[in-house]
DNA sequence: CGTAATTAGATTGTGCGCAATCGAATTGCG
DNA sequence: CGCAATTCGATTGCGCACAATCTAATTACG
């Protein structure tokens, strides 16, 4: 460790105050990558909901539908690994997508640890309307479709060192 | 609204599949930059669990703690303001502070509405600590200190333009 | 084959985030 | 000045996210 030069990394560390050109850097908490990332999270949870309102559906139920969409039938555990959530999660939301008739939720014959997620009518014909939310969403966020890919990359990568520095 | 091109927006549209150079694209939710953001997010909370622990804080109470350290004294509102928070997410959280004697919650004589945030001594001497955290978290993140910036600058920008969609 | 180890999903418990609501205090306006 | 409107923080209610735990089912291994 000691003998390894200590980056200074700044996604963490507050910047110093002092301009380093014309527009001075922001400091504390506002040079945190971790911050803008949480702030931009919540923001986009705020534009989601009332877009999803009218769907009946909260953002995380929004993203399993989407998931559903893509692979019908997955297993909670595929959910979960999709997703990045665990059952803790996955199963009191499932029961309420469930109640609400989009989704159902039936033991997995070959293997019955498993629960196999399936739409039903209700849950297919919801799709139609995502789209307008996905339009939206698109529109909200002011971004071109090369910059949105830029930052998705970027996001991605992050969040799989991340990952790796936590093993 | 029909005289505006609709402009084709990938940051919640799933890109298609089809490859256009030798890497293919990612297609449906991994194309949505919402997600990416969702997964960052949670990759962060997580890589500062760990680090968080010996000082007994949840990340949230972090950010409150940063705050402070920042700004002694806030009020409430000014919490929420710095943070993105409401009261219903502040108060239980302050309250929860209070008791592990980081902070203490005094009504602002000048107006009682009003109710000011003060470090503790021991929530002070916890800013020392912070350091190692801020320092570790900078090294998980494994990225530059102008690739932090950059991406900062731009998710920045991506919730304003966000918060304003919303108005 | 039998049993230990692992997996899958549900549950319990805790903290977080937000909408709605409330009571108290302050501000704005006629 | 009196009262309506607004502000502030606390509370209630609900859904989310995760750690820990549990039961049942499956896999691995001697």
New binding site residues.
């Given amino acids: 460790m000691k003998s390894a030069p200590q980056q200074e990394n700044p996604s963490a560390l507050p910047a110093s105050s002092s301009p380093a050109a014309s527009q001075p850097l922001p400091a504390g908490l506002d040079a945190m990558l971790c911050f803008a990332i ?1 702030g931009a999270a ?2 986009f ?2 534009t989601y ?1 009332p877009l999803l309102e009218p769907l009946g ?5 929004y ?2 539908m989407l998931t559903l969409w893509e692979d019908d039938a997955s ?6 690994d999709r ?14 997508l469930e109640l609400s008739g989009l989704v159902t ?1 039936k ?11 399936h739409l039903t009518d209700a849950g297919l014909a919801m799709k139609q309307q995502a789209v307008g939310v996905m339009s939206a969403i698109g529109q909200a966020t002011g971004c071109t479709r090369d910059e949105a890919n830029a930052m998705l990359e970027e996001l991605v990568a992050l969040k799989e060192r991340l990952l790796k520095a936590g093993e």
Same sequence: chains 1, 2.
């Fill in positions: 949480y919540h923001a949870t705020r909901k559906l909260t953002y995380p139920q993203l399993v297993t909670v555990k595929q959910l979960g997703l990045g959530l665990d059952s803790g999660t996955l199963s009191p939301l499932l029961k309420r939720r033991r997995n014959r070959q293997d019955e640890r498993q629960v196999n997620v």
